[in-house]
């Protein structure tokens, strides 16, 4: 798990770090792209990517391999897998916003935090 992943479960859930792991089947660090994972002979049905921020998905749409998480995604492409890619937050940075507007740079909103996944499907009709 990345640094900032470990930062999310910690504000996002009440799920320990080793809880997290013993959920886990097999664990590597991001670091590790020479890990089973990255190569085509790791059978999976695809691949999802919820990255807390825009970059990894602009390694991932550039090609540019340089952890376990881009170089996991580049190899599912090149074995025709499915992708998705899941923006996780609206991004507030005057980058995103019409180039007609000031750029006042990022947000130091802090979002509340998320409703149990039970609520949210009660909720949804």
Do not use: K, W
Not at 2 to 17: L, N
Not at 67 to 79: I, S
Not at 90 to 96: C, D, L, P, S, T
Not at 103 to 117: D, E, K, M, N, V
């Amino acid at each position: 798990m990345t640094p900032a992943g470990r930062q999310t479960r910690a504000y996002e859930t009440d799920v320990s770090a080793q809880d997290l792991a013993n959920m886990a089947d097999v664990s590597y660090r991001p670091a590790d792209i020479g890990a089973a994972l990255a190569s085509g002979s790791f059978r999976t049905a695809g691949m999802i990517a919820a990255p807390r921020s825009i970059r990894p998905l602009s390694a991932i749409a550039y090609t540019n391999g340089d952890n376990l998480l881009t170089r996991a995604a580049d190899v599912t492409v090149q074995e025709r897998r499915r992708l998705v890619l899941m923006v996780r937050d609206a991004q507030r940075a005057g980058h995103h916003r019409p180039l007609r507007r000031p750029c006042a740079g990022p947000s130091r909103h802090r979002r509340p935090r998320p409703a149990p996944l039970g609520r949210v499907e009660q909720e949804t009709p």
